[in-house]
């Protein structure tokens, strides 16, 4: 033990870092050791760090870093176990560093490592955050983006300067810079469910009176180096949830938008499968009734899971389980529903008053309830 010095520790020549570059991952085995080599020689002269932040990947990217971390003492991985989300696995990795600096970028190679360096000094000269753009004067959207993507990506910008109140060419970057003291203090109001940390960034400064000063940096988005996108429609519907959530300043949590919204395509469901029942096959009302609930009960659970819980998500027999757990806690909240209505209705409230707070009452109650037992 006697020769073990704090300098043994940490290395000789070991100086702290003053950035930290955050590298969430799933599935990104192929691209974490070229992506080291060509941060490194972009960073050159500047202490940096490296943390990778991976959700448990079935291609085991986490031993990939620990190899590679046994040869380079500036970079580290986290391994996250029964989580997924890139927006949480980004407040992660941020908090464990200690440098003053630090950017998020990912892992396939799309981003432009090598505007880092101009991306620190415009934060060390001033601006609260800088954001790699691929929508500024000089950038283009290169190979990275499909004419589907491309469309979204406006649709999202526009949406998004809505709730940020800035006009900026990129709010959907997942590629940026900033001080961690100004993370630090934002970090507690941060919704961690979903994709887009950086547009939960500027919305939430703004509405502590406080906006970013915002300095965008043009790249050009290159293609994917290995592996395959994560994005996908699942990742465009949170975004809508959201997007919602934050236009009421956070009161209705996003997964309540999806989870409502999921109620209200059931209904859709339900009238379906009634006129099947009732008009196509020709069981009487009460059997029909019956099995239209319990469709749209189950199509209603499936979606949850897949998409207000993703990261919850419910497999095996837990999935069993859950789902007569959601039958009953519905049940509940569809008597409840009732009583309210009827309650109200005999208070000599307009009808369609009656029915509609009877309606968000239970959905109020199934949301508060499965949260709590279902997908907790
Ligand atoms: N830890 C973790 N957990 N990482 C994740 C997860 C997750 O659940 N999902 C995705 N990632 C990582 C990927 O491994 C990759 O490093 C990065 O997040 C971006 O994921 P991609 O799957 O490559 O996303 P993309 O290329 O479709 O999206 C890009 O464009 C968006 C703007 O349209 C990214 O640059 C996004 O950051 C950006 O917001
Ligand atoms: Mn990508």
Same mark, same amino acid.
């Given at each position: 033990?006697?020769?073990?010095?704090?300098?043994?520790?940490?290395?000789? @020549?070991? =100086?702290?870092?003053?950035?930290?570059?955050?590298?969430?991952?799933? @599935?990104?085995?192929? @691209?974490?050791?070229?992506?080291?080599?060509?941060?490194?020689?972009?960073?050159?002269?500047?202490?940096?760090?490296?943390?990778?932040?991976?959700? @448990? %990947?079935?291609?085991?990217?986490?031993?990939?870093?620990? =190899?590679?971390?046994?040869?380079?003492?500036?970079?580290?991985?986290?391994?996250?176990?029964?989580?997924?989300?890139?927006?949480?696995?980004?407040?992660?990795?941020?908090?464990?560093?200690?440098?003053?600096?630090?950017?998020?970028?990912?892992?396939?190679?799309?981003?432009?490592?090598?505007?880092?360096?101009?991306?620190?000094?415009?934060?060390?000269?001033?601006?609260?955050?800088?954001?790699?753009?691929?929508?500024?004067?000089?950038?283009?959207?290169?190979?990275?983006? %499909?004419?589907?993507?491309?469309?979204?990506?406006?649709?999202?910008?526009?949406?998004?300067?809505?709730?940020?109140?800035?006009?900026?060419?990129?709010?959907?970057?997942?590629?940026?810079?900033?001080?961690?003291?100004?993370?630090?203090?934002?970090?507690?109001?941060?919704?961690?469910?979903?994709?887009?940390?950086?547009?939960?960034?500027?919305? =939430?400064?703004?509405?502590?009176?406080?906006?970013?000063?915002?300095?965008?940096?043009?790249?050009?988005?290159?293609?994917?180096?290995?592996?395959?996108?994560?994005?996908?429609?699942?990742?465009?519907?949170? *975004?809508?949830?959201?997007?919602? %959530?934050?236009?009421?300043?956070?009161?209705?949590? =996003? &997964?309540?938008?999806? *989870?409502?919204?999921?109620?209200?395509?059931?209904?859709?469901?339900?009238?379906?499968?009634?006129?099947?029942?009732?008009?196509?096959?020709?069981?009487?009302? &009460?059997?029909?009734?019956?099995?239209?609930?319990?469709?749209?009960? &189950?199509?209603?659970?499936?979606?949850?899971?897949?998409?207000?819980?993703?990261?919850?998500?419910?497999?095996?027999?837990?999935?069993?389980?859950?789902?007569?757990?959601?039958?009953?806690?519905?049940?509940?909240?569809?008597?409840?529903?009732?009583?309210?209505?009827?309650?109200?209705?005999?208070?000599?409230?307009?009808?369609?008053?009656?029915?509609?707070?009877?309606?968000?009452?239970?959905?109020? *109650?199934?949301?508060?309830?499965?949260?709590? *037992?279902?997908?907790?």
């Amino acid at each position: 033990m006697s020769e073990l010095s704090a300098d043994h520790l940490a290395g000789a @020549n070991w =100086t702290p870092p003053e950035v930290c570059i955050v590298v969430p991952t799933y @599935n990104e085995s192929g @691209n974490i050791a070229s992506l080291y080599e060509k941060i490194a020689i972009a960073l050159q002269g500047t202490p940096w760090e490296m943390i990778v932040v991976d959700d @448990n %990947s079935p291609d085991h990217t986490i031993d990939v870093v620990r =190899t590679l971390s046994r040869q380079h003492s500036n970079l580290r991985g986290i391994r996250r176990v029964g989580r997924r989300g890139l927006s949480s696995a980004c407040i992660e990795g941020i908090l464990a560093t200690a440098a003053p600096y630090v950017a998020v970028i990912d892992a396939d190679h799309q981003h432009d490592e090598r505007i880092l360096p101009e991306m620190l000094a415009l934060v060390r000269s001033g601006a609260d955050i800088a954001v790699g753009s691929r929508f500024v004067g000089g950038a283009t959207a290169g190979d990275g983006l %499909s004419a589907t993507r491309l469309w979204g990506s406006r649709l999202a910008t526009r949406l998004s300067s809505i709730v940020t109140g800035q006009d900026i060419t990129d709010p959907m970057s997942g590629f940026f810079l900033l001080r961690r003291d100004e993370f630090n203090r934002l970090a507690p109001e941060l919704s961690s469910d979903g994709f887009k940390i950086l547009l939960d960034l500027l919305v =939430t400064a703004r509405q502590q009176g406080r906006p970013l000063a915002v300095a965008e940096v043009p790249y050009t988005f290159r293609a994917r180096f290995s592996g395959e996108s994560k994005m996908n429609s699942l990742i465009a519907a949170q *975004f809508v949830g959201l997007w919602f %959530s934050k236009l009421t300043r956070g009161a209705v949590p =996003t &997964t309540f938008v999806l *989870f409502a919204a999921i109620g209200i395509s059931g209904i859709g469901i339900h009238l379906l499968t009634l006129w099947l029942l009732l008009d196509v096959i020709g069981f009487d009302f &009460t059997v029909s009734q019956i099995g239209a609930t319990l469709v749209a009960m &189950t199509t209603n659970f499936f979606f949850n899971n897949t998409l207000t819980y993703a990261d919850k998500k419910l497999s095996g027999r837990r999935l069993f389980t859950g789902l007569i757990e959601f039958y009953a806690i519905c049940s509940i909240g569809g008597l409840a529903n009732v009583s309210v209505a009827a309650w109200l209705y005999q208070a000599h409230q307009p009808p369609l008053f009656a029915g509609v707070a009877g309606a968000l009452m239970s959905s109020v *109650f199934n949301y508060t309830v499965t949260r709590a *037992f279902t997908w907790r």
